[in-house]
């Protein structure tokens, strides 16, 4: 499966911003996958913000993000999204969107990032 992240910008501070990652591929079912959201800035290591399980009835949030960022799924459209809202500037950062085939517990596909940047 390839996944595209696409989205990112430059926002000032609590404003919002939606991430959207497509999945496509010659043969791969979107509902094997949990989907989830990384971001890493330079330096740190990638940060897992949200994830999101195949059927999109279970969602997780890293504490710096829990009641901002809402992740989703689309499965009859392959695409999942990152719905952030009251951005702050320690948000800034290349955005991934990956899949797993193990529930998480390994991240088999990433897409390339897209740069996130929250600043006055």
């Known amino acids: 499966v390839q996944l595209q992240a696409s989205g990112g910008g430059l926002v000032q501070p609590g404003s919002s911003l939606t991430l959207s990652c497509t999945a496509s591929g010659g043969d791969f079912t979107f509902t094997d996958y949990s989907m989830g959201w990384f971001r890493q800035v330079p330096g740190k290591e990638r940060e897992l913000v949200a994830d999101i399980s195949w059927s999109g009835g279970i969602a997780n949030y890293a504490d710096s993000v829990k009641g901002r960022f809402t992740i989703s799924r689309d499965n009859t459209k392959n695409i999942a999204w990152l719905q952030m809202n009251s951005l702050k500037p320690e948000d800034t950062a290349i955005y991934y969107c990956?899949?797993?085939?193990?529930?998480?517990?390994?991240?088999?596909?990433w897409g390339k990032g897209t740069q996130v940047t929250v600043s006055s």
């Open positions: 990956a899949g797993s085939l193990s529930d998480g517990r390994r991240w088999e596909s």
